[in-house]
Structure formats: structure tokens, C-alpha cells
T-cell receptor, first 111, second 115 residues
Framework: DGGITQSPKYLFRKEGQNVTLSCEQN?????MYWYRQDPGQGLRLIYY???????QKGDIAEGYSVSREKKESFPLTVTSAQKNPTAFYLC??????????FGAGSRLTVL | KQEVTQIPAALSVPEGENLVLNCSFT??????LQWFRQDPGKGLTSLLL?????REQTSGRLNASLDKSSGRSTLYIAASQPGDSATYLC??????????????FGKGTSLLVTP
């Protein structure tokens, strides 16, 4: 079945550590996105990539980094510079202005 | 910047009722509008996509309408069931955005359907 796989589902981080969230899709979609969701908030765009080897900052990119070396993969690194990283992270993909398909999410907690 | 607002923030109805969720957006220059469902602790599931040239889309008991000129969309759920309990999110793909086709989301409406 085609879809998006995010891992890990749950992740705990100590302050000062970098962590990387994985996102893999087998939908052959060109565009991939990372969103952050906080309780009572809508989803906010962190980074997006419209094509391999290219990515752009979204609304809240500070403290995060990404790479897009393969069409299928768009990992997100939460760096120690992100002051409030505890959140639910959602990866999505699409082809152009079509239906956005989401993964199941990764919940990051800072200890 | 595009702002998406959903009203009400929360809604509780008895099983069997028909209901309407509302979504408004400030910039009518959109590619499309999408409605999603989110269960607690889960990812988002796409329900309906309405392209900017369309007025409505239907899937089963769900009907979504789009009035682009007034910046409004509604999601109509017929004969609600307890399994419909979830958060419903509205999002628009904005032509004036500098984020490609990325969606701008509302904060959602939390729906509870009681038996």
C-alpha cells in the first residue's frame, strides 16, 4: 500500500541534544512538507521541498534543519537551538496542488 | 498573510443529527480547500478537496461547499454517528503564499457525537 511512514512514533530528548525524525513516502510525490502541531493550535509549516535537492523554510524554521537527497525521503532534524521542541510533528506529501497525504506523526518530548 | 478560522471550536451533538462546520479564509486567491479529520494522537486523514473552480464535493455522508468570493466553506455531515467524533481541520492552498502549494490550516473543530 502506498503511504507515508514516520519514525519513531515517540521520541524523548534531553536538552542540548539534536534528534532526527524520519519521513519516507512511496507515493511518488514530488513535494514533501513538515508541520508542527501544538495543543489547541493549527498546524504550522516548518520546511517544505518541491523537488529533490531543494527545500525552503516555512513559517517556523528556526531551530530545525532538513535534507532532500532522495525523492522518497525528507528527514527533519530538531536541533538544540529549538527552544521549545516538545510537539507533535507531521510529515506530508503531494503532487502539485492536490490532496495532501499525511503520515501518522512523531511525538517529541524534551525531558 | 492568509488566515483560516474555524467556528465553532467545539461541538457536541446527539447521534443522528445533521451538522455544519464552518471555515473562513481571508484571501480568496486559492488553489484549493481541503477538509481533514484527525483522531486523537493520530495523523490527518483527507476527507474532501475542492478545487478553486468547484463549488462543492461530496463523499458519502459528507458534503463540502466552497464560496471563494466570500472566503467561506462549510462541511455538512449528515446523520452523525459516534464514529464521527474527531477534530475536523480546514486548510487552504494559497496562491499568494511564498510556500508553494503548502496548506494554511485552521485550528479545527472538535466534534463529539453522543450515543
Amino acid at each position: 500500500d502506498g503511504g507515508i511512514t514516520q519514525s519513531p512514533k515517540y521520541l524523548f530528548r534531553k536538552e542540548g541534544q539534536n534528534v532526527t525524525l524520519s519521513c519516507e513516502q512511496n507515493l511518488n510525490h514530488d513535494a514533501m512538507y513538515w508541520y508542527r502541531q501544538d495543543p489547541g493550535q493549527g498546524l504550522r509549516l516548518i520546511y517544505y521541498s518541491q523537488i529533490v535537492n531543494d527545500f525552503q523554510k516555512g513559517d517556523i524554521a528556526e531551530g530545525y534543519s532538513v535534507s532532500r537527497e532522495k525523492k522518497e525521503s525528507f528527514p527533519l532534524t530538531v536541533t538544540s537551538a529549538q527552544k521549545n521542541p516538545t510537539a507533535f510533528y507531521l510529515c506530508a506529501s503531494s503532487n502539485g496542488a492536490n490532496v495532501l497525504t499525511f503520515g501518522a506523526g512523531s511525538r517529541l518530548t524534551v525531558l | 498573510k492568509q488566515e483560516v478560522t474555524q467556528i465553532p471550536a467545539a461541538l457536541s451533538v446527539p447521534e443522528g443529527e445533521n451538522l455544519v462546520l464552518n471555515c473562513s479564509f481571508t484571501d480568496s486567491a486559492i488553489y484549493n480547500l481541503q477538509w481533514f479529520r484527525q483522531d486523537p494522537g493520530k495523523g490527518l486523514t483527507s476527507l474532501l478537496l475542492i478545487q478553486s473552480s468547484q463549488r462543492e464535493q461530496t463523499s458519502g455522508r459528507l458534503n463540502a461547499s466552497l464560496d471563494k468570493s466570500s472566503g467561506r466553506s462549510t462541511l455538512y455531515i449528515a446523520a452523525s454517528q459516534p464514529g464521527d467524533s474527531a477534530t475536523y481541520l480546514c486548510a487552504v492552498s494559497d496562491m499568494n503564499s511564498n510556500s508553494g502549494y503548502a496548506l494554511n490550516f485552521g485550528k479545527g473543530t472538535s466534534l463529539l457525537v453522543t450515543p
